[in-house]
């Protein structure tokens, strides 16, 4: 499925590049992509990071391009397989750090293609912001919607090109990706079913972010099962409410008739996240045994 020379394509110098600007390109690539953590998450709750083994596995840094721009991608799968399903894993605001690799880890071990795309390569490296303000107000502010359903779209067909299975498709995200996994499964025909953990559901309109989830409820392209914490004091659960309503009422199509959420009453955001102090074990893994399970009852295992 994915062949040497595509691993070690980063690896060699591009035309006309130095050997200097290669290893520079080079080490970006790494620090952004899947190596250590975003600076901003600093200190890392070592106790609980899970370090899933890659045993079996091949994994990888690549680009592919999106209207000329080369979009970083982390990715691992079952080594040697193909027609394997599809997962896009949707960063939090910290970027394609240890923690998303290792998600994508996981689940290849359990028999994916897990893709996880730099989408804001474009506006900067989130993981070298020591500050979240600073990181929200330089980067994170300045990505559109638009660009990240379009690199989105690229890392399906990316994936496609790989021998991954683009009838079998689902999403997942954490926080910001969480957002983002619930409009890319309002938007996208690619994808039969998604995962969103903790991801906004309301907020103003803006010219980069010109809709939310709650306004594209009623017309879902895929279900989606979102997994929130009672104790988010991010995520008032009375926007979860509303978009339970909205989901279910009448003029939601099935798709939205068929999603679900699960609230956690003790967990707070990023619940999920087992290098931070907001990690909760028993959510966190009960959420990704209910994610596996909400993909393959839709048709993506």
């Not at 394997?84 to 290849?108: K, M, S």
């Not at 897990?114 to 502010?141: C, H, N």
């Not at 099962?225 to 009422?249: E, H, P, R």
Request: contains cysteine; hydrophobic residues 40%; proline residues 5%.
């Amino acid at each position: 499925m994915l062949h040497s020379d595509q691993v070690s394509e980063l690896s060699a110098l591009r035309p006309g590049e130095s050997t200097e600007d290669g290893a520079t390109r080079r080490t970006a690539l790494k620090v952004a992509l899947g190596v250590g953590y975003a600076a901003a998450t600093m200190p890392i709750m070592a106790q609980t990071a899970i370090k899933t083994s890659a045993n079996g596995l091949t994994t990888g840094e690549t680009t592919y391009d999106v209207n000329g721009f080369k979009v970083p991608l982390f990715y691992a799968a079952p080594a040697g397989k193909k027609n394997l399903p599809v997962v896009l894993v949707i960063q939090e605001i910290f970027g394609v750090h240890e923690y998303i690799a290792d998600t994508c880890r996981r689940f290849a071990q359990a028999g994916y293609l897990a893709l996880a795309p730099e989408l804001f390569a474009r506006q900067g490296d989130p993981t070298q912001y020591g500050e979240i303000a600073k990181l929200m107000a330089e980067v994170v502010s300045k990505v559109p919607d638009a660009q990240v359903m379009t690199d989105l779209d690229g890392a399906v067909k990316w994936a496609g090109s790989q021998g991954g299975d683009l009838n079998k498709v689902a999403i997942t995200g954490f926080c910001w990706g969480g957002r983002i996994t619930w409009l890319y499964a309002q938007q996208s025909a690619n994808v039969k079913a998604g995962v969103a953990w903790y991801g906004r559901l309301v907020g103003a309109p803006s010219a980069l972010t010109p809709k939310h989830p709650l306004d594209l409820a009623a017309d879902m392209k895929a279900p989606v099962l979102g997994l929130y914490g009672g104790q988010d004091s991010g995520i008032a659960l009375t926007t979860v409410n509303q978009m339970k309503d909205a989901l279910g009422a009448a003029s939601g199509n099935r798709n939205a008739q068929a999603s679900q959420f699960v609230v956690y009453p003790d967990a707070p955001h990023a619940f999920h996240a087992d290098y931070r102090p907001s990690y909760r074990k028993e959510p966190a893994e009960d959420g990704f045994k209910r994610a596996l399970d909400w993909f393959k009852a839709h048709g993506v295992a």
